[in-house]
């Protein structure tokens, strides 16, 4: 019997890693919306993972939780469970399975650039690889986040009539382009969306210095000149940026490399932001794991699946239920 | 080139036009010699480096980067520049040469070592910048910016006319620092050959019910109004050129008309195509204007000429300060000097009052397909732009059909918020299919309420379009419908725009395909 089939079921333990429909046992790498759903009998996660469901799903939305910590390796039924952070969002966790003397690695989401509001992520050596590949074309290579930044900031300057509406999404990307502010120095109020509220609260609660937030509704436009807000991508270009003095659209994705997309989404400011590997960081990652069979999914696994084959690894694509193949980062 | 890089992507990005302005104003202002020169030439598309081809450029990023993963990557972005630009591996190894000293290498490098030293740009280029390179390699911007923009942001920042930067545009040449030097006051205006470059057109102006009362129609003479494109005809010592309105030289897509006019003079007239002077539709001659390059096929089946009703310059002699009447007589008399096979005279109608015209003029349209007729006062001088007074354009009456909203799309820039573009459609049996779209003729007012509308009925959205009820009617005004095979309806419609909101109106009520035959065989 396998460690782990291809729907990511780790018979040994009869539980599923990130499954799409409610299962009686399953293993969350993270609390992204394409990864953690509601009603599964047990969930077993980070205990921040725990804490973003309850916050997003309800305090029920699963029957039962059981947190473990990273490092701790638990066992039970012919299997041992380890989380290792994957540096994607607060809490998010990379899946380590032992079991018949074979080490599977599910990566969930992971990046590898500093980011001070998730737990670095930390390469883990296995048989299997269960990679994503968001951002898996050599076409993607992620500038410094702090750049990105700074050409925010030096917009912002130069324009201090008008508001900067940044999209991000609600959980994981919000907070840490929040953070990046504060650390490049902007230490005036960040304003936000209503939708953006609980989880900036939470993560405030855990512990993640984000300094001071203030709800976007109800100021005046000329209070919010010069300002800067947080809001879904949904809202920037709809009809609640109307508010806003003259707002510039800015939105902070890895998609946001491409201008072309960039110009059709009507973004004014684009922010090359990611929470992903890159292209160059997914070959490092998988070397690095020293697996020699690697499953790819979450994105465009093709052009990975080439890359592994060429180096001599066995590689294939998994099509995973219920992934939304473009649907930007995180599904969320 | 960083600068440059910079001001690229602002202009591909910020949906402004005064913002875009803006930028290029303090970049010209910013940037010396010759580098803001050679930025203007590529904004104005006069900048061509031979021997950079997209092939080429695709070749040396294959020396660098596996086959397949290039493939699987531009089939991702879908814009080849973009695909070259962001694949390159990232390397940062140094600073780009600026802007001339970039083109100059780029135009003095042998074909064999180009793609060794365009590697090495690519290499030394931060991610932005390798964008910008790509752009201005192969010269195809596709960022949204004309040319007249960019004279624009040159005459608001020197402050002289939009007009006279036209006026003197054609005889320069990149980097243009005569013409740098004399925005900013250091020098004259460039003196150029006056005969043989483009001229600002004199436009006109519609003609209202209330006006007529106020005109004595023997101080205006009056001829058709001929639905082809307006060109001027500079025919100088050098050779013959044919400019469209804006001043874009066309003369590549005629080569039947430019290579058969005789004589010297710079001429203001209609290109149209037909055999035998006998213009036919507009569609026709667009089928022409899509072509760079003139095909053989097309040309003989659709030969062009031009219909003549204005003169400039009588050979090298200047002769725009003479009124109407004193031009014709030149113009005629040109005519009879220099025989033509492609060149007509626009016939000046006889009119007796106001009123005779308005039945001359719904005649020649519901007869021959004729826009309307210009009426221009006798004494006018030729003025460019848009003077007060001198001509009218008297249109025939727009088309009207009621038709039903389908889709919605957002709108750009200020109406980024809005659901501002609308195709509409009419009925052919139980569904309804489209005929066009439109994205004016309504109020802000009337926009807030359709944005509302089309929200609260919405039944389907795909990206930034929303599928809505059909339900809601709308009056769309038009010139003139023709058959067209692109469209699930068989039909186009010419210029159309939302003439009236039907809010009462049921769906139902709303024109069949059948309706709109009669308007297809009006033109």
Redesign the interface.
């Known amino acids: 019997m396998p460690v782990i089939d291809r729907n990511l079921y780790v018979p040994a333990l009869d539980a599923w890693i990130d499954p799409s429909e409610p299962k009686a046992r399953a293993i969350i790498t993270h609390g992204h919306a394409d990864h953690a759903r509601s009603g599964h009998g047990a969930v077993l996660a980070t205990p921040d993972t725990i804490e973003i469901m309850k916050v997003r799903y309800g305090e029920d939305c699963a029957g039962r939780f059981e947190a473990l910590d990273f490092h701790e390796p638990l066992t039970m039924d012919g299997a041992t469970i380890t989380f290792f952070p994957a540096g994607h969002i607060l809490g998010s966790a990379q899946v380590l399975v032992e079991a018949e003397g074979q080490r599977v690695v599910v990566t969930g989401d992971y990046k590898r650039l500093r980011d001070r509001t998730a737990q670095p992520y930390e390469p883990v050596a296995c048989d299997l690889l269960v990679t994503e590949a968001t951002f898996g074309?050599?076409?993607?290579?992620h500038?410094d986040p702090r750049d990105e930044i700074a050409r925010l900031l030096k917009s912002v300057a130069a324009q201090p009539e008008r508001s900067h509406l940044i999209g991000c999404y609600a959980l994981g990307k919000a907070q840490r382009v929040i953070a990046l502010l504060r650390d490049a120095g902007w230490d005036r109020p960040i304003y936000l969306h209503g939708a953006m509220i609980r989880l900036c609260e939470l993560y405030q609660s855990l512990g993640v210095e984000i300094g001071e937030l203030l709800p976007a509704t109800g100021m005046g436009k000329a209070e919010m000149m010069g300002q800067i807000v947080i809001a879904p991508p949904s809202a920037i270009?709809?009809?609640w940026?109307?508010r806003f003095p003259d707002p510039v659209?800015c939105q902070a994705s890895g998609w946001m490399?491409?201008?072309?997309r960039?110009?059709q989404a009507?973004?004014?400011?684009?922010l090359v932001i990611s929470d992903h590997c890159d292209w160059g960081e997914l070959n490092v990652s998988i070397l690095e794991s020293g697996a020699e069979t690697v499953w790819v999914t979450h994105g465009?696994e093709?052009?990975l699946v080439?890359?592994c084959k060429?180096q001599g690894l066995n590689a294939e694509p998994l099509a995973l239920p219920g992934l939304d193949d473009d649907g930007g980062e995180g599904g969320e | 080139m960083k600068r440059f890089a910079d001001l690229l992507?602002l202009l591909?990005?910020?949906?402004s036009r005064t913002r875009k302005i803006e930028a290029l104003k303090r970049y010209f202002a910013e940037v010396p010699d010759p580098d803001r020169g050679i930025a203007l030439a590529v904004l104005t598309s006069e900048m061509d480096i031979r021997n950079v081809k997209p092939a080429l450029l695709r070749d040396t990023v294959l020396a660098e980067?596996?086959e397949?993963?290039?493939r699987?990557?531009y089939d991702?972005?879908?814009?080849l520049g973009?695909?070259i630009a962001?694949?390159w591996?990232?390397k940062a190894e140094g600073e780009l040469p600026g802007l001339s000293a970039l083109v100059d290498l780029l135009n003095h490098t042998s074909k064999a070592e180009l793609p060794k030293v365009i590697g090495g740009l690519l290499s030394q280029a931060a991610?932005h910048e390798r964008?910008a390179l790509v752009k201005l390699a192969t010269g195809a911007l596709r960022i949204g910016v004309s040319a007249r923009l960019a004279k624009t942001a040159l005459a608001e920042m020197s402050g002289a006319e939009l007009q006279e930067i036209e006026e003197v545009w054609h005889g320069l040449r990149p980097p243009y620092a005569n013409l740098f030097a004399w925005l900013e006051g250091k020098a004259g205006r460039p003196d150029i050959d006056n005969a043989a470059r483009f001229h600002p057109l004199m436009l006109s102006n519609p003609i209202e019910d209330k006006d007529f009362e106020k005109l004595d129609p023997r101080d205006f003479s009056a001829e058709w109004k001929w639905d082809g494109i307006r060109v001027q005809l500079v025919m100088g010592k050098q050779g013959v050129s044919m400019f469209s309105r804006t001043g874009d030289e066309i003369s590549g897509s005629f080569p039947d008309v430019v290579e058969s006019v005789m004589g010297r003079a710079v001429l203001d007239g209609e290109l149209l195509v037909g055999h035998d002077f006998e213009a036919r539709s507009f569609n026709d001659l667009q089928q022409r204007l899509n072509r760079k390059v003139a095909q053989g096929k097309q040309m003989q089946e659709l030969p062009a000429f031009v219909r003549v009703y204005d003169m400039l310059f009588d050979g090298e002699e200047d002769i725009r300060v003479l009124g109407w009447e004193g031009r014709r007589g030149r113009l005629e008399a040109w005519f009879a000097r220099n025989p033509q096979t492609r060149l007509d005279l626009s016939e000046v109608l006889p009119f007796d009052g106001w009123e005779d015209l308005g039945r001359l003029r719904r005649q020649g349209a519901d007869e021959h397909g004729h826009e309307g007729v210009m009426i221009k006062l006798r004494t006018a001088p030729y003025v460019p732009g848009r003077p007060k007074g001198f001509w009218f354009k008297w249109k025939r009456d727009p088309n009207v059909v009621d038709a039903v909203l389908m889709y919605a799309q957002?709108g750009?820039g200020k109406r980024?918020?809005y659901y501002s573009d609308y195709t509409f459609g009419v009925w052919k049996g139980n569904e309804i299919v489209p005929i066009g779209k439109a994205y004016f003729g309504f109020t802000d007012e009337e926009l807030k309420q359709l944005d509302k509308w089309i929200r609260a009925n919405t039944t389907g959205s795909f990206g930034p379009v929303r599928e809505v009820k059909k339900e809601l009617v709308f009056e769309v005004a038009f010139d003139s419908a023709q058959k067209s095979g692109r469209h699930k309806s068989g039909v186009a419609l010419r210029f159309p725009r939302i003439n009236r909101i039907r809010w009462d109106k049921p769906a139902q009520e709303a024109a069949r395909l059948e309706d709109m035959d009669a308007f297809v065989g009006a033109t």
């Open positions: 074309l050599p076409v993607f290579q500038p270009r709809d009809r940026s109307r659209v490399s491409v201008k072309q960039a110009r009507l973004v004014e400011l684009p465009r093709d052009a080439y890359w060429q | 992507e591909a990005l910020t949906p980067v596996d397949t993963l290039f699987l990557s991702y972005v879908g814009d973009e695909t962001l694949i591996p990232h991610i964008w957002r750009h980024s918020s």
